[in-house]
């Protein structure tokens, strides 16, 4: 018992220390982190200048509102699609839902950089390059199926005798999803738009090859690497992970294996 | 059957959906692999491809690959064992243990180039405080993707971990009593009740990651740039410097693995 203790310990710390690392990097002077020859492993002081200094310098708030957007975009269309296509699945036999599951979970594991450069090409001449609505239907690629599977698994628990029983009652296919399954539902919708929007919000494949003039904020956090504006960086990078870390903590019972295993790329 | 076509009906959006925008590309890439600047037919993207060491190139991404599967697979093995268990704190462990996955790669891959620099690295700090030589991460290829393999993990081993986990939950306790009673010690348990009933869910997660890693992208692409290449940075490289023709051939190579990847994916998912 007490050697679980022990990994326990040791996989807490394996888990945190980057993260320790990366705060440390943004609080502390420069001196302390990234110009020295061995940083200290521990904080020596604190500021906020290269915070300030990082918003006030680069260019935060355009990534931004495009990297929202286009999050914002793919968890719509996730829905629109999703719901539907979910609904369909639950309802449909084993023998014909789980070849189109399939059918899903292949396209999941096409490699991005495959389908993003003969996209980018056809995006060129429809005016949709470098466009956040041509960028929401490309990430959604990596959403879709992610979001059909959650929304298949909360269909297939609401039960048919509701909509038999609607049916009789004389509703219309459309009042039924409005007035009974959406709502029904509603938990199991909001988690499939809230993991889209996330994993919109990190994508980079994708970003860095379709919409690269105006990008999204992990583009231009590459971007500012490779400038060797570590400090801005480092800065971004915070503000962007913990809005991110707060969603996966608040959706941890829908991150399951099942799910994950169609929806997860590099 | 007419009912059927009706839930069909629903599904539709969704087919359409992928096809065109996950095997319409696939097929454009294919095609455009084989053309030149004139809109020829020509062989010549593949041969040239020898000229960027793509041998090499392949070799490198399977090392990575498999390193960083038997990283994953060893530490996801031992975090989902712990939370199978009962302990003080278990929940705030188990929280722990999703935070990288709400880390984005690119996140990721900055801190891990902050702890593996050659200068001014935390890493190098930390051996230098044990007093012992420190090391140049990036002066070789090996060194250079096992920092790749290292950092992929650190991102990745929590979707290892809730695969093997659900796997974990799914064995009946009672083997567990029943070996115990036989006198099996924990390490014997391990062996002869968990790992041989946690088979499929090893498979899937090995090929699931498998998928990914060979997809490996932005972590390479800050960590080490384009030395050594990966399939999917030389594809990258070719893409912002060369022609498109060129650069869909380096995405086909990559396109042929993971097919034998998906190939075995829905084989193994037919047992499921």
Known sequence: MKLSYIAVIIFSIYFLLPLYILVMIAFSPAKYTIESLYPPLT?????????????????????????????TLVGILGLVIGIPAGYGLSRLPGKIAYPLLVLLLVTNMVPGIVVAIPISAEFIRLHLFDSIPGLALVQELITLPLAT????????????EIEYQARIDGASTLSYFKN??????????IAAFLISWMFSWDEFTYAIIISPIHPTLPVEIYVNITRGNELAAVAFSLVFTIPVIILTLFLQKYLK?????????A | MNQNLRYLFFTLPAIIYVGVFAFYPSFDAIYLSFLNNAGQFTLNNYKELFYFNIYGTILNTIIVTVGALLIQLFLGLGI???????FKGKKAFSTLTIIPMGVATIVAAITFSFIFQTTGGYANSFLHLLHLPTINWYSNTYIS??????????????IVTLILLSGMMSIPKDLYYAASLDGAGPIRRFVHVTLPNLKKFIAIALIIRGVSEFNIFALPLVLIGY??????TLAYDLYSTTTIYLSSAAA???????SVLIILNIKLGGKR
């Open chain 2, 252 to 258: 086909v190579i990559l396109l042929a693995f993971i």
């Open chain 1, 149 to 160: 599977f959650i929304m298949q698994g909360t269909f297939s628990a609401v039960p048919r």
């Open chain 1, 257 to 265: 294996g099942e799910y994950l295993a169609g929806g997860v790329k």
């Open chain 2, 145 to 158: 993707l096992l920092v790749v393999m290292i950092s992929d993990s650190w991102k990745n081993t929590p």
């Open chain 2, 80 to 86: 989902a064992s712990l939370l199978t268990r009962e």
């Open chain 1, 43 to 71: 904080f020596k002081s604190f500021t906020l200048n290269n915070l300030v200094y990082a918003f006030t310098q680069y260019d935060f708030i355009h990534p931004f509102i495009k990297s929202l957007s286009v999050a």
């Open chain 2, 227 to 232: 030395h050594p290449a990966l399939l999917t």
């Open chain 1, 180 to 189: 009974v399954l959406i709502p029904t539902a509603l938990p199991g919708i």
